[in-house]
């Protein structure tokens, strides 16, 4: 490992306490991530592989498989257009307590999620501010599919505006111009050469609030309401088998989820590593 | 997972000119738009926490928080976050140590490691440690084995009882590797762009490894560590699934304050739920001011040189 690599000119190490720095780094890591995580996987295999298969394909673990990507899925649609329209804002128009603005997209990081959890859940109950209003109109949004969704959407907010408001802060406004001199109107500008270019921040941040929704509990639990096979999400499902002591069954839908997990993460690392290629370019 | 959402961002060249703009009454509608949103979804939420713990009055208020319960929840939340955060502080010091300032095979793998407990879902966190120290998991089976490998270490381990799981360390250990990535991921970017070569000069004028980190480094990294140290303790103090999992819920024992919040809304006690979840709020909003003040400091810094 700490070998210089064949061909690289040897380099002198002048700064001390690699080792030490390294050794620790590689310590704690084993004893807080590494060590946890191989357990769950020396769990699943307490279950044979056909009670692997069938634990994580009854009718209940389908069903929460369903509800929560479904429910991330829409609640990152609607945060990618709004938070696009709120990165926007923020960075090209100037209005009163813009600074204010700016600094509260940050509290869904901010506000614990079991306060955020019994906030969402009261606001929008029948008697709630929010759920007195949508009552008559036949919205139940407390322990609905809805509600999940509401709760998603608050999570991942913060995700695509501080994707897309870095790249929108560094737009070069001549290429704005020069589609404009050459006849485009705003809409076409905006459609054909703004978006285009916001695309991989865009997805990004969408991934982001995707995986940040697929994990997601505390915000979720209390708007849900725990009806079999209609509003469980996974985690919830998790949560279910080990208050049932049942640690294996539990261990395996956790080992779906967590495989789940590490391909967003690639995906999210190779969506990351676009977004720097892709931004690089046009700056240069 | 990189965290892009909770990054210092560097400091960056302005275009001077202004951009193209909107008709007047697009650019309102967008504003309009964009303010409506972030009311429905943040201000309204927030003022609404504040409302509701006050819906039965000032005394109510009070006397929830004065409450025994309340008191130990304030005091196991202060206490784990007391432990955790320090731990990852250190642990972000040396892991952004070890990765910005030398070359070694496998950095992307070991990077990918630190974001790991971004992914994983809080309730599976939480899993993973009642299957390494609860009863059914190793620790339980070692402490029950007939033959263990060290049976010294056994008989000690049944002979205090150790409780790791449903006990304080549980919830310490479940608070540490959520919270793990934040401090380190502040820094690694920061003192990787920030280079080797004022280290470097300060050891070849005779400063000794320890004086070069603090008297060189230190003064460089302060921002970016405060600024992580913020978000990690946000995070230790609020986190609900994770703990929730390995804490068994004993009131005025392993409840945290986001638990004392599930417990007293359990009950019904909504009021008094909110009078809590009132101090989490305040606590968000005292995050988002300082986390703020850092980036204004951090910007005026950048000016300035």
Redesign the interface.
Known sequence: ??K??PLAPP?I??????R???G??LF??GL??????A??F??ATALTPSEFWQTITQPAALASYRLTFGASFCAAVVNAV?GL??A???V??D?WGK?F?D??????????????????A??YSPT???GRLLAPLGIQAVNSQTGIFIAL??IG???I???VQ?VL?????EL??AA?SLGAN?WQ?FWRVILPLLLPALL??FT?AF?RA?????SVI?IAGNIPMHTQI??VV??GE?DR?D?AR??AI?AV??VV??L??FG??GL?WWTNRFNANPAA | MSHPATQLRPPRARHRRRPLGEPPAVRRLLIGVALAFLGLFLVLPLGFVFAQALAKGVGFYFATLHQPMTGSAIRLTLLTAGIAVPLNCVFGVMAAWAIAKFDFRGKNLLLTLIDLPFSVSPVIAGLMYVLVFGAQGWLGLYQNAAHPVFPWLAHWLNAHDVKIIFAEPGLVLATIFVTLPFVARELIPLMQAQGRTEEEAARALGASGWQTFWRVTRPNIKWGLLYGVILCNARAMGEFGAVSVVSGHIRGRTNTLPLHVEALYDDYNFTGAFAVASLLALLALVTLALKTWVEYKNARLNETV
């Open positions: 490992m700490t210089p690599r380099r190490r002048i700064l001390p306490g690699f030490l720095t390294f620790f780094t704690y890591l807080i991530v590494l060590i946890p995580l357990a769950v020396w769990k709004f329209i709120v926007w804002v923020l090209r128009y209005f600074k603005v600094a509260l997209v940050d509290l869904p990081f901010a506000l614990p999620t079991a306060v955020a959890g019994i906030t969402l009261t606001l709630g501010w929010i959407t608050f907010l913060p995700f505006v501080r994707t870095p802060e560094d737009f070069d406004p704005e111009e404009a705003r500008v990004t941040g982001l995986a697929l994990g997601e509990y505390g209390f996974t985690p998790i949560m080990l002591f640690y539990a261990t956790a989820m967590l997990s590490f967003l993460l999210i690392n990351q």
